[in-house]
């Protein structure tokens, strides 16, 4: 997986927050993601269609520039049995896709589907974090992912990268071996703050990314360059 070393030697990475196919695939066509998240929201935005056929279009897309790379896919029920059954049934169909991890948000009953899934092999990403204990308990629970959700943990008053902080350093102590995803990014400033706290992945809406590399003195210097040349050339 594509990764660089932030200054305190912890790998970041990016992932594209969408289902959107013609997103996912501007975005891979560029060489930086290193995988996908969707969830039941981010799905219900595309043309209706078949579920399973829509996550393996994905899936083509994601083939066409490279090696599979992490796609998560979350169940869309509350009822704690029912959420294994889907998962089971996503893995079949896409047992071919070797990273297919299956989001499962955290609570009481979620932390059984959690360890049912993993006792069967298949991979989490525990999803709609909001706090320190929810991500300790899902890492504890065996998920490979733990996502917290920073603008939502912005809008109900707490500090949402003092979370991440407060997680990673803990999770930096070698007791779990679970990943953290910062999700629910609602400005450019977050994708920083989020690799700063110490962010493994940082799962980023595709209109985000073009932001990432504007900047006007870039635009202003370019055509400095491409100006002053054409002038020396005539
Ligand atoms: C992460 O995996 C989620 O898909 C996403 O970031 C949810 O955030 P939002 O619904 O607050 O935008």
Redesign the pocket.
């Known amino acids: 997986m594509k990764s660089l070393m932030n200054g305190k030697g912890i790998p970041m990475k990016i992932f594209v ?1 969408s289902a959107n196919l013609e997103e996912i695939e501007e975005s891979f066509k560029r060489g930086f993601p290193s995988g996908v ?3 039941p ?2 799905l219900a935005r595309e043309e209706k269609c078949d579920f399973k056929e829509h996550i393996r279009k994905i899936i083509d897309v994601i083939r066409k520039y490279g090696p599979d790379r992490p796609l ?1 896919v979350e169940v869309f029920t509350v009822d704690p049995k029912e959420m294994v059954a889907q998962a089971e049934s996503f893995v079949e169909e896409f047992s071919d896709y070797s990273e297919l991890y299956i989001k499962v948000p955290i609570g009481w009953d979620e932390l059984w589907v959690i360890h049912q899934l993993r006792q069967k092999g298949i991979k989490i990403n525990c ?1 709609c974090c909001m706090s320190y204990n929810q991500a300790v308990m899902a890492a504890l629970a065996g998920s490979n992912f733990v ?1 917290l ?1 920073v ?2 943990i912005r809008d109900s008053g707490y500090d949402a990268f003092e979370i991440v902080k407060q997680t990673k350093d803990t999770f930096r102590e070698g007791a779990v071996p679970s990943e953290i ?1 910062v ?3 609602r400005h450019i400033m977050d994708v920083n703050q989020a690799f700063q706290a110490g962010a493994d992945i940082v ?1 980023v809406p595709p209109k985000f990314f073009p932001q990432l590399v504007k900047n006007l003195k870039t635009d202003e210097v370019v055509h400095q360059f491409v100006t002053d040349f054409a002038n020396w050339l005539r």
């Open positions: 927050d998240t969707t969830n929201s981010i998560s999803t996502s959700f603008g939502r995803i999700g629910s990014i799962t």
